[in-house]
């Protein structure tokens, strides 16, 4: 006869009163591991390779699944210390190739609170006091674009993107099928959004400057014909290539003319909303009937921070959705808020927390001051391009995206280039094709790169020209 085993008391939770204290000496143990991470790393990613990163970490995690478990601050300063070592960081001056932002402190601890917490941001009496931040911060955020206006919180540009089109789709006033155009420098969601929900192929508008030409809209309009509220046009205000804004008044003026719904897709340019002197950037997106944000790019959030916001509010009822456990009609008679209309998502994040301590961190001058940094710097880098015999400059950048090129150089050099400044791990630049030609892309977006920091950079790329 087999004697019961003696009852293991339970690993400490997060939450709760005693939380804070089994915290402790865990987050002692990961910062430890993110800084001896770092330094073993010993610049913005790993050297050696997809299959050195691999070695390494199946060294420190296999068994995956051990029989008997390890004490916790062996297991996470041991998985911390492997994830920081091998990791592409972008608070590394030269890791500098996508729209993929080095969060700030302030805002990474409070994601750790809302980890914590663990809110699930579906019913009311799973986030109380994470409801009614919610709705204070989308508002707030909404109203810098449209007056009375009303925000979603995504996972990011392209949750944000699926569900304009989605509320495109079922906006009262469209009586036919939606068709959306699109400009050919458009984010690849859109479409891939257009194909998720079932609408025909999107019609491509050209930008042969990379931007979406208006006169081309105007004639793609005119040729789809079809009754008001049918066409969606999606305008692009900072392109994932070179950053570039579409003349959005004047798409604005076209869409007005044909009775077009209007979308932009501002998860980048989003951010110069923020900044007193580049905002003006900007003119005509408070005409937009929807416009994607995301702040895990300009606005140096931990992923993922996106939001939708729409210009009226009636539009998000589309999203409206009844489950008895979650939003019963009497709760909601009764007062309770309702949640399930505020999202595809049922379980979600409370991503709010983050973007509201950084806003009452920072406020709006301290954002616009980050933004107008990185633009400034951009440019600053762009005219060390320009003047270095050596390299061929793109444009002047339009926000913090500076597209550059060895001078003589083949396009296949400039793939080569860029994976062996990869595979050294010594900067991470990512790659354009832009105008029949191949570009080397830095991205811009770490407040702390220095203008010394580009000129190293330069010097690595220069390194390998062949002489």
Same mark, same amino acid.
């Given at each position: 006869?087999?004697?019961?085993s003696t009852p293991r008391t339970p690993p400490p939770l997060a939450g709760g009163a005693q939380g804070p204290d089994a915290l402790r000496p865990l987050l002692a143990a990961a910062l430890d591991a993110l800084r001896e991470g770092?330094? !073993?790393?010993?610049?913005? %990613? #790993?050297?050696? $390779?997809?299959?050195?990163? +691999?070695?390494?970490?199946?060294? !420190?995690?296999?068994?995956? %699944? #051990?029989?008997? $478990?390890?004490?916790?601050? +062996?297991?996470?300063?041991?998985?911390?210390?492997?994830?920081?070592?091998?990791?592409?960081d972008p608070a590394e001056p030269l890791c500098a190739a996508h729209l993929h932002c080095p969060p700030l402190a302030v805002a990474a601890a409070?994601?750790?609170?809302?980890?914590?917490?663990?809110?699930?941001m579906d019913s009311w009496d799973q986030a109380p006091a994470a409801t009614a931040l919610e709705t204070l911060v989308t508002r707030a955020l909404a109203a810098e674009i449209h007056d009375g206006g009303d925000a979603l919180i995504t996972t990011g540009g392209t949750e944000a993107n699926q569900l304009a089109l989605l509320l495109a789709r079922e906006a009262p006033a469209g009586h036919g099928t939606l068709r959306l155009l699109t400009g050919e420098n458009a984010h690849h969601s859109l479409t891939r959004a257009a194909w998720l929900l079932g609408l025909p192929e999107p019609?491509?508008?050209?930008?042969?400057?990379?931007?979406l030409d208006p006169a081309a809209l105007d004639e793609a309009l005119t040729e789809l014909g079809g009754p008001p509220g049918t066409r969606l046009v999606a305008a692009t205000a900072g392109t994932t290539d070179a950053g570039l804004i579409d003349p959005l008044d004047d798409i604005a003026d076209i869409c007005h003319a044909h009775g077009a719904r209007l979308h932009v897709d501002a998860a980048y340019g989003g951010g110069l909303l923020f900044s007193d002197t580049r905002k003006a950037q900007l003119r005509g997106i408070d005409r937009a009937d929807t416009v994607t944000l995301?702040?895990?790019?300009?606005?140096?959030?931990?992923?993922?921070?996106?939001?939708?916001?729409?210009r009226d509010p009636a539009d998000l009822h589309a999203l409206?959705?009844?489950?008895?456990?979650?939003?019963?009609?009497?709760?909601t008679d009764a007062g309770l808020p309702d949640l399930l209309g505020r999202s595809l998502r049922t379980t979600r994040r409370p991503d709010v927390l983050k973007i509201a301590v950084t806003l009452r961190t920072l406020g709006?001058?301290?954002?616009?001051?980050?933004?107008?940094?990185v633009c400034d710097l951009a440019r600053e880098f762009a005219e060390q391009i320009r003047a270095h015999p050596a390299f061929e400059l793109y444009d002047t950048p339009t926000i913090s995206t500076v597209l550059f090129r060895p001078t003589g150089a083949t396009d296949d050099h400039i793939a080569h280039v860029r994976r062996r400044l990869l595979t050294e791990?010594?900067?991470?630049l990512g790659r354009a094709d832009l105008e029949g030609r191949r570009w080397l892309k830095a991205t811009l977006l770490n407040p702390h790169t220095r203008p010394e920091d580009l000129t190293a950079l330069l010097k690595l790329v220069e390194g390998t020209i062949p002489r």
């Amino acid at each position: 006869m087999r004697t019961p085993s003696t009852p293991r008391t339970p690993p400490p939770l997060a939450g709760g009163a005693q939380g804070p204290d089994a915290l402790r000496p865990l987050l002692a143990a990961a910062l430890d591991a993110l800084r001896e991470g770092a330094t !073993a790393r010993g610049g913005p %990613l #790993p050297a050696g $390779g997809p299959q050195a990163v +691999t070695d390494r970490v199946r060294a !420190a995690v296999e068994p995956v %699944l #051990p029989e008997h $478990g390890t004490d916790p601050e +062996t297991a996470l300063r041991t998985l911390v210390h492997t994830l920081t070592e091998g990791a592409a960081d972008p608070a590394e001056p030269l890791c500098a190739a996508h729209l993929h932002c080095p969060p700030l402190a302030v805002a990474a601890a409070a994601d750790l609170a809302a980890s914590a917490l663990n809110p699930s941001m579906d019913s009311w009496d799973q986030a109380p006091a994470a409801t009614a931040l919610e709705t204070l911060v989308t508002r707030a955020l909404a109203a810098e674009i449209h007056d009375g206006g009303d925000a979603l919180i995504t996972t990011g540009g392209t949750e944000a993107n699926q569900l304009a089109l989605l509320l495109a789709r079922e906006a009262p006033a469209g009586h036919g099928t939606l068709r959306l155009l699109t400009g050919e420098n458009a984010h690849h969601s859109l479409t891939r959004a257009a194909w998720l929900l079932g609408l025909p192929e999107p019609v491509t508008v050209p930008a042969p400057a990379g931007t979406l030409d208006p006169a081309a809209l105007d004639e793609a309009l005119t040729e789809l014909g079809g009754p008001p509220g049918t066409r969606l046009v999606a305008a692009t205000a900072g392109t994932t290539d070179a950053g570039l804004i579409d003349p959005l008044d004047d798409i604005a003026d076209i869409c007005h003319a044909h009775g077009a719904r209007l979308h932009v897709d501002a998860a980048y340019g989003g951010g110069l909303l923020f900044s007193d002197t580049r905002k003006a950037q900007l003119r005509g997106i408070d005409r937009a009937d929807t416009v994607t944000l995301d702040l895990h790019k300009l606005g140096w959030q931990p992923a993922a921070a996106g939001l939708l916001a729409a210009r009226d509010p009636a539009d998000l009822h589309a999203l409206n959705h009844r489950a008895d456990y979650l939003n019963a009609d009497d709760d909601t008679d009764a007062g309770l808020p309702d949640l399930l209309g505020r999202s595809l998502r049922t379980t979600r994040r409370p991503d709010v927390l983050k973007i509201a301590v950084t806003l009452r961190t920072l406020g709006r001058t301290g954002l616009g001051a980050l933004v107008d940094q990185v633009c400034d710097l951009a440019r600053e880098f762009a005219e060390q391009i320009r003047a270095h015999p050596a390299f061929e400059l793109y444009d002047t950048p339009t926000i913090s995206t500076v597209l550059f090129r060895p001078t003589g150089a083949t396009d296949d050099h400039i793939a080569h280039v860029r994976r062996r400044l990869l595979t050294e791990g010594t900067a991470v630049l990512g790659r354009a094709d832009l105008e029949g030609r191949r570009w080397l892309k830095a991205t811009l977006l770490n407040p702390h790169t220095r203008p010394e920091d580009l000129t190293a950079l330069l010097k690595l790329v220069e390194g390998t020209i062949p002489r």
